[in-house]
């Protein structure tokens, strides 16, 4: 709207506050004007959009590069919103390519002792024991899908990495990895404490023998539930201390599971360098391991995701999302069948329908109320 357009009110509002003296058309004129300027200078201070404008979610806040978008979407220019929709619909689009990526494995081949563990808004995420180890930690509660990613990192080094060798301890029955033994993994279950000793004994022996050597083909021991493995076992300890203070140089490299940091010993967490967080995570394991990320909605891209991120000391968290080892599809719900109503005038019937229609309104008025913020942070999870 014009400035000029206000003219004829301020004009005929001040010859009626002299003939009649009523100033109340005068003043809600002057008012509406001062607005308006108020409303475009607001509107000048946003930046200009371009190719390289950065759009982020924050908590509930929408920030393009550095500059907030109001609240409410009534002060939104019809540039933002165009925007802000397009870029949305791009990155859905994007993260649906990346997770179709990691699901079928088509990522390409990775450095030795690497493998890829999950994808987030831009790339797919990997890690390797030699720059981000030399060992590693995986924490979360029962039912995180931490056993699945650490199947994921144990297929994926050995598919990088040929000539490792895995030793597998496996304190939760020996169903999370008993598929590897066919690959000529060594398998150590907590129903058998016997081969359990026997196991650190011999890693104890070996890496007493790999410090005076070169050349040496990798072993990496996996052990899934540290806590229980500590408990039945006691020699395990100080072997694991052994091996995580001295094994970079005699290529032994250690991936550990827990459900918490309750009865890690200190002095072989401190050597744990890549450390990951599955699923909802408690603040205090999260704060012992580094800082962790904020939360964030998985996007809708047709699998079953599971929500993981990247800690480390001095650095903030890095949040991804990551598939089963076997990749689950979710089901495409089709809209249920239902007979055909036969058409009836009873006053039930008319009870109901009044029922549907205000039940109909209210959620209407709901939806409405969120306005377009809520939808494109709506828009983004997807």
């Known amino acids: 709207m014009q400035l000029l357009w206000f003219l004829p009110s301020i004009a005929y509002g ?7 003296g009523s100033y ?56 933002q919103f165009d925007f802000v929709f397009e870029r949305l619909a791009v990155k859905r689009d994007s993260v649906k390519a990346l997770s179709e990526t990691f699901a079928e494995r088509r990522f390409d081949s ?24 030399p060992h590693g930690i995986l924490v979360g509660t029962t039912g995180s899908g931490k056993t699945e990613l650490l199947k994921t990192l144990v297929r994926g080094i050995s598919e990088s990495t040929r000539d ?26 907590d129903q058998d404490l016997s081969a359990a000793n026997q196991l650190f004994e011999d890693l104890k022996i070996e890496l007493k023998q790999r410090e005076s050597k070169q050349q040496l083909s990798p072993i990496i021991v996996v052990v899934d539930e540290l806590a229980h493995l500590l408990n039945e076992v006691k020699i395990a300890e100080s ?16 991936i550990v ?19 990951i967080l599955v699923g909802l ?7 012992l391991l580094g800082q962790p990320a904020k939360a964030q909605a998985a996007p809708e891209v047709g699998f079953r995701l599971t929500q993981a991120q990247l800690v480390g ?49 209210r959620h209407g008025r709901r939806r409405a109320s969120r306005g377009w913020p809520a939808l494109a942070r709506k828009a983004e999870s997807r």
């Open 313 to 361: 000391h001095g650095q903030p968290g890095r949040l991804f999302w990551f598939t089963g080892f076997r990749p689950e599809r979710l089901p495409i719900s089709a809209p249920e069948a239902r007979e055909p109503r036969l058409l009836q005038h009873s006053s039930l019937d008319r009870h109901e329908r009044s029922a549907q229609g205000r039940a109909s309104h």
């Open 14 to 20: 001040a010859m009626l506050a002299v003939s009649s």
């Open 239 to 254: 072997v694991l201390n052994s091996i995580a203070a001295r094994g970079r140089s005699a290529r032994m490299h250690l």
């Open 281 to 287: 995570h408690d603040p205090v394991d999260a704060a």
């Open 110 to 133: 990775l450095r030795p002792m690497s493998t890829a563990i999950g994808f987030d808004d831009n790339e797919i995420i990997s890690v390797s024991l030699n720059s981000d180890g």
């Open 164 to 189: 490792a060798e895995f030793a597998l301890v496996d304190f939760k029955g020996g169903s999370g990895l008993a598929q590897f033994v066919a690959a000529g993994a060594r398998l150590i279950t």
């Open 24 to 79: 109340f058309l005068l003043v809600s004129t002057l008012l509406t004007a001062i607005l308006m300027l108020l409303v475009k200078w607001r509107t000048s201070l946003q930046p200009k959009l371009g190719p390289e404008t950065k759009l982020r979610f924050l908590g509930n806040n929408i920030w393009l590069d550095d500059f907030r978008l109001p609240r409410g979407s009534a002060f939104w220019s019809r540039e």
């Open 257 to 275: 599971t827990n459900q918490n940091l309750v009865g890690i010993p200190r002095a072989l967490l401190s050597n744990l360098r890549l450390r």
